[in-house]
């Protein structure tokens, strides 16, 4: 059975940082791109950051550039993304996945094949 366990949610002041960690299981990420979704209340879901399988290339949304860092740990089947300088906007439900790619208008979420969504972790930004 496929799993995606995602983690270190939590509420936090604006600028300051969390560390969100997904864990696959019965699936090797290493052999895939491996991004992140998020999702606020009342707005679509949004691609934010992915790294690819092979050569370590990373894309991050313009909303998240220069702030949020995507990282990936094959032994331990593990991505990360580390969020600095957090802003209001960046509440949302955040999601790991796999396989993902980038398309013209972003990043594409896994084919319908696929459709291993976790649970999501929570992040909210707020004084």
């Known amino acids: 059975q496929v799993q995606f366990v995602e983690s270190g949610g939590g509420l936090v002041q604006p600028g300051g940082s969390l560390r969100l960690s997904c864990v696959a299981s019965g699936f090797s990420l290493e052999y895939y791109a491996v991004g992140w979704f998020r999702q606020a209340p009342g707005k679509e879901r949004e691609g934010v950051s992915c790294?690819?399988?092979?050569?370590?290339?990373?894309y991050y949304a313009d909303s998240v550039k220069g702030r949020f860092t995507i990282s990936r740990n094959n032994a331990k089947n593990t991505v990360y993304l580390q969020m600095n300088n957090l802003k209001p906007e960046d509440t949302a439900v955040y999601y790991c996945?796999?396989?993902?790619?980038?398309?013209?208008?972003?990043?594409?979420?896994?084919?319908?094949?696929?459709?291993?969504w976790g649970q999501g972790t929570q992040v909210t930004v707020s004084s």
């Open positions: 996945a796999a396989p993902v790619r980038v398309g013209v208008s972003g990043m594409v979420p896994p084919p319908p094949t696929y459709d291993y």
């Open positions: 790294m690819s399988s092979s050569n370590g290339d990373t």
